[in-house]
């Protein structure tokens, strides 16, 4: 599977055309930033030269005006992030396999979040969005971006002052095993537990009723902890080669993986850094990369399914 936007004419005609809009609001934003930046400046430089009533007046009108600008943009900024997302990307995603679509409405829900049992810590804020769902051969699978953080209030001699931690920032992928399992299976990298001391990841550590175990590729545990519910489930789900696959597919990635398998799905939370599938305003969308790098991020998670050889069906559900 393979794609590339400069030889897709129909999808060029497409981002030739928003490329126009493209232009249009980051021209404005430009000017709304410039009035704004003005505007601070002739405030600054009045406090300076001894008039601050003068800098501050002369100031707040190209403050207000780049306001406006930027304000009254919002809306085509607001229509064109999503038309590159429903005319660019799915489009994009129809080329590669007609099985895949996205919503940009759409996402992980939070309480699916938490029955991946990957994240010891329930989200006091939860941001998920552009679920994409397939299908590669026999394998169904969706993914989303979301963005997961908890809080916290400590008191301080100024009051209280409210902090917000990352749970996680990536995407969450899920796939159909084609068994129903019946205990629970958590592969989590050795520095996720890094914070609660070295003894986490080399010391019997019950997490709810999972127990870590100990497995026979040493590479894997090297960069891996695992728990499960029921040993010799977790070493039928851990064979040899899936786990020479798993470190494959980590050595792929910038951040470490973490996957669970339980009932007949697995899961695989990849850490992110940055946003995927946001429509560009001051980099051209006729820059073949710009698109290019989205896609490829899907043709990764499509490829999963290849990679773990999840349509290899040596069981089947009871």
Known sequence: MSFDVANN????????????????????????????AAGILLCVIGFFVGFPIPGVIGGLIPLIYGGVLLF????????????????????????????????????????????TQLFTNEPDRYKTEDLVTGRADKTQFYFAEVHAEYKTVTQTKDGTRTEWHDIFKGIIFAADFNKKFNGVTIVRPKDFGAAFGA???????????????????????????????DQVESRYILTPAMME????????????????????????????????FEAPVFKSLLSPETVNEDISTIKFMYDIVRELDLNTRIWGKE
Do not use: C
């Open 199 to 229: 003894w986490f990841s080399k010391n019997l550590f019950s997490f709810g009723s999972n127990d870590v175990i100990q497995l026979e590729n040493l590479d894997f545990d090297k960069t891996f902890v695992t728990y499960g519910s």
């Open 72 to 115: 009254k943009i919002n809306d085509s900024l607001t229509a064109y992030q999503n038309a590159y997302k429903t005319n660019v990307i799915g489009a994009a995603l129809k080329f590669l396999d007609e099985s895949l679509s996205i919503n940009p409405y759409q996402g992980i829900e939070a309480s699916e979040f938490m029955y």
């Open 9 to 36: 004419v129909a999808l060029q005609q497409v981002l030739a055309t928003m490329e126009v809009e493209r232009k249009r609001i980051a021209g404005t934003q430009t000017k709304g930033y410039i009035f704004i």
């Open 245 to 276: 696959r798993i470190l494959n597919l980590n050595h792929q990635t910038k951040y470490n993986i973490s996957l669970s398998f339980i009932e007949s799905r697995m899961y695989i939370a990849f850490p992110l850094n940055r946003n995927y």
